[in-house]
C-alpha cells in the first residue's frame, strides 16, 4: 500500500514556490536592463502568439483547403504513375513488385 504524502514535503514545495514568486515580483519591480529586455521579448511572443490566433482564425479554412487533397488516388488527387515515366518497370522489361502484389 502506497504511504500518504508527506505534509513535509508539501510544506516545502509551496514555500520553494512562494519564495520563487517573491523573487521574481521583487525582480520585476526593479528598474533593470536585463527585466527591461525581459519584457520586451515577453510582451513580443504574447503579441506574436495573439497574431497568429487571429491569422488562423481568419485565413485557417484556406490554408487547409489549399493543402487538403480531394479526389480519388493514392493520396487524395495524387495520380498513382507519373504519365511520362514507365511506373515500376524496368529497363529490361521486367515488371518489379508493387505495394499491391
Not at 41 to 50: D, E, G, P, T, V
Not at 69 to 98: V, Y
Request: with cysteine; proline share 3%.
Amino acid at each position: 500500500m502506497e504511504e500518504p504524502w508527506n505534509f513535509e514535503f508539501l510544506s516545502r514545495i509551496a514555500d520553494s514556490c512562494l519564495s520563487f514568486l517573491s523573487e521574481f515580483v521583487t525582480d520585476w519591480l526593479a528598474n533593470d536592463m536585463r527585466v527591461s529586455i525581459f519584457k520586451i521579448l515577453l510582451s513580443w511572443l504574447i503579441f506574436s502568439l495573439i497574431a497568429i490566433h487571429f491569422a488562423w482564425k481568419v485565413y485557417g479554412n484556406t490554408v487547409n483547403d489549399m493543402y487538403y487533397r480531394q479526389g480519388a488516388g493514392q493520396n487524395g488527387g495524387t495520380p498513382d504513375t507519373a504519365p511520362h515515366l514507365s511506373g515500376w518497370e524496368s529497363a529490361a522489361g521486367d515488371t518489379l513488385k508493387t505495394h499491391r502484389d
